[in-house]
């Protein structure tokens, strides 16, 4: 390598690299005393003046004039000073230029590896300062390499960023080229080299989309008050409006759903709930279970229950597909919510607590059960095998099997 070469790397640094003059002033100084400490020894006095804007620099050593050599490093005989200079006198400074030649081919390439090593590190420490602070950003980047466990994006400086396959949304299928959205997650140094997490399944990352989409939250007109998520499924965003004439949930959907179909789209169809927020809890149970109309509500404080009472049409509406609703109500409210079936008096006579077959069925199954709305033997057998399956996460054929269980009793009160 020559000294062309190290010049045009310095230079070539300096103007990719986007590092301030004054640090890759500095950064070059290190590594020029670094190297010619080697050469000349640690006490060896030099000054590196270097033109950033050319590329170029000028090293100057220096030696105090004496008698008689003891220290190399530092000191020059007064013969050898004026060989250059006859009017040197003992005590003067003897100052020389140092030649890049004088470094020789390995010393220049390790000039080079060292100026390299340097200013990667300096790009790291940047980059992980400049999105440290953007934790919670929305970024739309490209995505570079798709694999099976996550996704490689980089961003419009060509910087990468990390979407791993379990902060998508399940339905996201990314192909190279695709322009993807997401929010920042995280950053982290992992073994000296900053790991940058995008995430779509996040919580703020709903909320940056309504952010973007309704400028009244922009404005602080609108606030969002809670985000709860399942990805993919359904969100239930809760708002509040500081102006009495605004309509927060009216202006969050937008007129005919213009606002929210953008984000809708985004989150590959997610079936997205606004509601007005209240700090009536009984109140915001009501509007986080809508469609489901509530006949009753049981609220206990002390242990963060709730039970809600409703007609067996409304049953299926409150807890939603896959029980999605009434978990996402639950996420909301800070509260666990049970729902009960509302039944006149000939029907309770004529029905059975799935309590009493504790018995006969797991008590696992009953609370899986419970926990879907189906308190009783007739509110098990009014639904599908496989809708129940689905609800309650279980398995269809156990699911028969109770059914089978249930069945018996009113048949044996029948034969009776």
């Not at 000294?3 to 002033?25: A, C, G, Y």
């Not at 010393?107 to 090593?117: A, D, F, H, V, Y």
């Not at 009960?340 to 309590?355: A, G, H, M």
């Not at 069925?361 to 007739?378: H, M, N, S, V, Y």
């Amino acid at each position: 390598m020559d000294v062309t070469n190290l010049n045009s790397s310095f230079t070539e640094f300096k103007e990719q690299k986007n590092i301030d003059r004054l640090t890759m002033m500095s950064v070059m100084e290190d590594v020029f005393k670094a190297q010619l400490a080697k050469m000349y020894g640690e006490d060896a006095i030099f000054e590196v003046i270097t033109n950033v804007d050319k590329g170029d620099f000028v090293i100057m050593r220096t030696r105090t004039v004496v008698e008689e050599v003891e220290n190399p490093a530092t000191e020059i005989s007064l013969e050898e000073a004026r060989k250059t200079d006859d009017s040197f006198e003992v005590g003067e400074d003897f100052t020389e230029k140092i030649n890049l030649e004088d470094f020789g081919r390995r010393g220049i390439l390790n000039l080079r590896q060292n100026l390299s090593g340097r200013i990667m590190d300096i790009e790291k420490a940047n980059l992980y300062n400049f999105y440290k602070g953007k934790v919670g950003e929305v970024i739309v980047g490209e995505v570079y390499q798709a694999w099976k466990k996550e996704v490689l994006v980089k961003d419009e400086n060509n910087n990468e960023l990390v979407l791993p396959r379990t902060e998508q949304i399940p339905t996201d299928f990314f192909h190279k080229g695709d322009t993807v959205k997401a929010v920042i997650s995280s950053v982290e140094m992992k073994n000296n080299t900053p790991v940058i997490t995008l995430s779509r399944i996040s919580s703020v990352f709903l909320e940056r989309l309504f952010e973007q989409e309704v400028p009244e939250i922009l404005d602080g007109l609108i606030t969002i008050k809670k985000v709860v998520r399942i990805p993919g499924e359904r969100a239930k965003v809760a708002v509040e409006s500081y102006d009495d004439r605004i309509d927060p949930v009216g202006a969050c959907v937008g007129v005919k759903g213009s606002r929210i179909h953008g984000i809708v789209r985004e989150l590959r169809n997610e079936n997205i709930d606004v509601i007005n927020w209240t700090s009536n809890i009984q109140l915001l149970v009501s509007r986080a279970l809508n469609p489901a109309k509530i006949s009753s509500i049981e609220i206990h404080n002390d242990t963060r229950e709730i039970r809600v009472y409703l007609k067996p049409s409304e049953v299926s509406l409150a807890i939603g597909k896959n029980g999605s609703n009434i978990k996402l109500a639950s996420m909301l409210t800070d509260y666990k919510i049970d729902v009960y079936r509302e039944t006149d008096e000939e029907e309770q006579e004529d029905d059975v607590l799935l309590d009493a077959f504790s018995d006969e069925i797991e008590q696992w199954i009953i609370d899986a059960l419970k926990g879907i709305g189906c308190d009783t033997a007739r509110s098990v057998l009014a639904l599908p095998v496989n809708e129940i399956a689905k609800r309650a996460d279980l398995e269809e054929e156990t699911v028969e099997d109770v059914c089978k269980i249930l069945r018996s009793e009113f048949e044996d009160e029948e034969g009776e």
